[in-house]
Every structure is written in C-alpha cells, then in structure tokens.
C-alpha cells in the first residue's frame, strides 16, 4: 500500500515518518490554524477560497503567512501529484512555532508549516445520517479555523455515544453550526441557513451552496435559525469540505419531516453535482495543472 507523503517545513517524506518538537506552540497552546481542501480527480476544488480562509485565519491569530498564494498553490498541487491524484484530501496546518512555553509569543518564532493527503470518502447519494444537539460550549471567535478544536471532539463524541454522526450546536436556543460542518433547513418552503459570524466558520461548501442556489430557483436565507425552526424543518441538511452536502433524517432521535430525504435537498445537490463535475472539467489538461489561472484572476 502506498504510504502518504506529506510535507513539513520544507521537506516532503512518510507522514510516518514527519516530526515535530514537543515545544511547537501548536502543541503546547493549539497555538495555530488549518484547512481542509478536498481533491476530486486530482482537482483541488476551490482551493483560492480555502486558501482566502486560510489567510483571514493567520490574520486573526497574528501568524505571518510563510507563502504566497501561488507558492500555496503549487505546493498544493505538487503534493496531490506526488500521492497519485484521485479523490483525497489535502490538510494544511500552520502553527505559530517552537518556543519555550510561556502565553507571551516571542517575536522570532518561526511557523511550523504541515501539509498531508488523505483518503477522501465520497458521500453515496442515497446516504443519510442523524444527529444530535447539544449547547454551543465553544470560545467567541469560531469564524477562526484553529486547531483548538477540544470543544468540537467532546460534541462528536456525545454524538457517537448514542449512535449519531453529529452534533448542531445550539446557543441560547439559536442554532450555530455543526462541530464539523454548517446546517441548513427547509421549513415552509424557505431554505435557511445562520448568517455569518464570530459564532460560525465560514464554510467554502456553505457558500457555494449560497451562490449557486442563489441564483437557481431556490434562494437561500442567511438568517437566524431558531432551535425550533430546526426541529419542525421539513429538511435539514449538513455541509463540510470533506463530506460536501449531507442530509438529516433525526434530530435526537426523532424524524425530520418523514423520515426521508427530501425533495429540496435532492435539488441542492443536484445543482452543485453538476457544479462540481463542471468545475473538474475545465480546470483538468494533460499534465494535471489546474486552477492557476483562476487563482490569478482572483488576486
């Protein structure tokens, strides 16, 4: 079996093989950010949008960004080549350094700079999960993809406990987002999906689906939505780089509308279905570069 490549600080070899100190601040604080690009056919799949993340990440948390976009993007594409294309996804983690621990950052760190491919699994059409909620116990700044992600792992935890696949976060009865994903509805015939802010990660799945519904026949609301707004939806349905569009058919253990998935979200994925097999298309050439020039057009 192939083992994955990954690179750390410069060097590409085993991820089995990757180290790190003891005294990186990523480990010692979960002092650093990340992002999750997926990989379909080999095409990294709106990579000018995570790699626009990962820089309002690094600004929030005052970490320089050792690379510019286009050294990100061959890097990128160089470690999507090097473990054989296909479906995967590929993990990039920038923390703020090694350091004698003290809260105080020294103004000569260097950051540490870790990406790694793995296997992404294809969500089947027909797959659908449930869900559980639980109150939002994490910090005021969940608009920053960091790796402090302790709250997220208790959350998914409880989930599997009792045989869910996630968790909704709630917020004095006001839905935030998933512990790894953002969620949607449809209740009365209105899709609805929580505004942006410091509460809630700006999912590139998530406003795709914004934009592309946007400007199909159903809109979608950026709006508050309330826990019960979530428990009489007639569709929920949850979004995330590494699963794409997923659909909700219990809430803590009861059914979302029938029990099935449902009409709007069947459309949904459709329109991003065929979104992404267009994106794939025209971005692919013979040697298996992509996305260059859209990344330049974006700058």
Known sequence: MHESICYLNGHLGPLSQA???VLDRGFIFGDGIYEVVPVFDGIAF??????RRLQRSLDAVKIANPFAFERWTSMVQDLIKTNRGGDQTIYIQIT????????????????TV???????????????????????????????????????VMSRELAASVGSHEAIFLRGGIVTEGAASNVFISIDGTIKTPPLSSWILPGVTRDLIVELMNGADHCVQETTVSEQELRRADEVWVTSSGSEL??????????????????????????????KEKFTAQRSDATGNAIVGRLAESE
């Not at 709106?46 to 790699?51: F, G, K, N, S, V």
């Not at 703020?96 to 950051?111: K, L, Y």
């Open 19 to 21: 180290k790190v100190s």
């Open 96 to 111: 703020r350094g090694i350091a004698p621990r003290s809260h105080a950052v020294a103004e000569d760190v260097e950051p």
């Open 246 to 275: 997923v659909p909700v058919i219990r809430i803590d253990d009861e059914p979302v509308g029938n029990g099935q998935i449902g009409p709007v979200f069947r459309h949904v994925q459709r329109v991003y279905r065929d979104y």
């Open 114 to 152: 870790f990406l790694m491919s793995s296997p992404l699994r294809v969500v089947a059409e027909t797959e659908a999960i449930e869900v559980v909620t639980t109150n939002d116990i994490r910090w005021q700044r969940c608009d920053i993809k960091s790796t402090s992600l302790l709250a997220n």
């Open 46 to 51: 709106r990579l000018p949008e995570h790699l």
